[in-house]
């Protein structure tokens, strides 16, 4: 069975830009969850999603970050515009609804110059 | 609010003895620990939880933790390491009340010498 799926796998944008993250979680996989981790740390919550709603987006930077999960299935983190201390890696992770587990896809790591 | 903490940046082991990395724990309620190991480049993966049940929890690729409610403590152990355990560990601790939010430690970076 497929991991969770997150693309690209790198990014280097110049700051001001805007960028997209996208993750595609394992089947049957309600909850979804982002996080980002800078450099030397350890990953902190970004949004969590159960199904397409977005219940606990307290740690999102509103201002300039966006999520969204269509259908409950994919999900797609967006930053616009971007800055220099929004280089980091952004995780995406689902929680098996047997036990509770998260999976953590492989990341994205965004390069800000 | 919950909170982990890893004491240690780095552990530097020679490859065949036992590797240590220390984690505390501060929770209100029942602790869910995990620890996670990320290879460069690569996402977390998961190593071993502790729910409930036996303090002495196994897990995958060999390693083992403790849990000690006495000492909110929750330390991953190896007996014998080897040099492709060098990686990056976290230890997390999950929020039931938080939609099973993980909230992670610092991150302890272990080196397995030849």
């Known amino acids: 069975e497929a991991g969770v799926v997150q693309s690209p796998r790198y990014k280097i944008i110049e700051k001001k830009q805007p960028v997209a993250f996208w993750c595609n979680p394992i089947?049957?996989?309600?909850?979804l969850y982002w996080y980002r981790q800078n450099l030397g740390q350890g990953p902190e919550l970004l949004i969590r999603?159960?199904?397409?709603?977005?219940?606990?987006d307290s740690q999102l930077p509103k201002d300039r970050f966006s999520a969204e999960r269509l259908k409950g299935v994919d999900s797609t983190l967006k930053i616009q515009p971007a800055e220099l201390g929004d280089s980091a890696v952004y995780l995406c992770?689902?929680?098996?609804?047997?036990?509770?587990?998260?999976?953590f896809g492989p990341g994205t790591r965004l390069t800000v110059t | 609010a919950q909170s982990v903490a890893q004491p240690e940046d780095q552990v530097n082991v020679a490859e065949g003895n036992p590797l240590t990395v220390k984690c505390t724990y501060s929770?209100?309620?029942?602790?869910?620990l995990f620890w996670y190991v990320q290879y460069p480049n690569r996402g977390l993966q998961f190593l071993l939880k502790?729910?409930?049940?036996?303090?002495l929890v196994k897990g995958s690729y060999g390693f083992e933790a403790e849990f000690n409610k006495s000492q909110t403590s929750f330390h991953l152990k190896k007996p014998s390491a080897l040099v492709s355990d060098s990686a990056l560990y976290f230890c997390?601790?999950?929020?039931?009340?938080?939609?099973?939010?993980?909230?992670f430690g610092g991150g302890t970076r272990v080196l397995v010498k030849p």
């Open positions: 999603y159960e199904n397409e709603e977005a219940v606990d």
């Open positions: 089947s049957g996989h309600n909850t």
């Open positions: 997390a601790v999950r929020d039931p009340a938080a939609g099973n939010k993980l909230t």
């Open positions: 992770a689902t929680t098996d609804p047997l036990d509770y587990e998260q999976y």
């Open positions: 929770v209100s309620g029942n602790p869910y």
């Open positions: 502790y729910i409930t049940g036996d303090n």
